[in-house]
């Protein structure tokens, strides 16, 4: 069964900027992407990236605003999730996620994800 570890986050004040990694211990196939997703007491898991193996194609959340990016390190199962002018509400544990969504449209959708990690958690001060 194909697992993902992550690692990075931390806490950083506002405006600093972190790197996530996450990495699957095997190699993908067809229609296959890894994700980010985050969670604050209280609330559900909201998408915040996702790269998809195929294109390849990138997705983000309304809220990125061009703050984050998300990339595939070449020829690896390890995607970087680089946070810049994090801001307090962003402050949330990160999972990492991986599978196999139906189409490009669904990319979004936590449900369309199998393997989960742990999480981690970013901390962003004021």
């Known amino acids: 069964q194909l697992q993902v570890v992550e690692s990075g986050g931390g806490m950083v004040q506002a405006g600093g900027s972190l790197r996530l990694s996450c990495t699957a211990s095997a190699s993908p196939f067809g229609e296959y992407a890894m994700a980010w997703f985050r969670q604050v007491p209280g609330q559900g898991r909201e998408f915040v990236a996702a790269?998809?193996?195929?294109?390849?194609?990138?997705f983000y959340g309304t809220f990125v605003r061009g703050r984050f990016t998300i990339s595939r390190r070449d020829a690896t199962t390890t995607v970087d999730l680089q946070m810049n002018r994090l801001k307090p509400e962003d402050t949330a544990v990160y999972y990492c996620?991986?599978?196999?969504?139906?189409?490009?449209?669904?990319?979004?959708?936590?449900?369309?994800?199998?393997?989960w990690g742990q999480g981690t958690q970013v901390t962003v001060s004021s």
């Open positions: 996620a991986a599978g196999y969504p139906a189409g490009s449209s669904r990319n979004t959708i936590e449900s369309e994800y199998i393997y």
């Open positions: 790269f998809r193996w195929r294109g390849p194609m990138t």
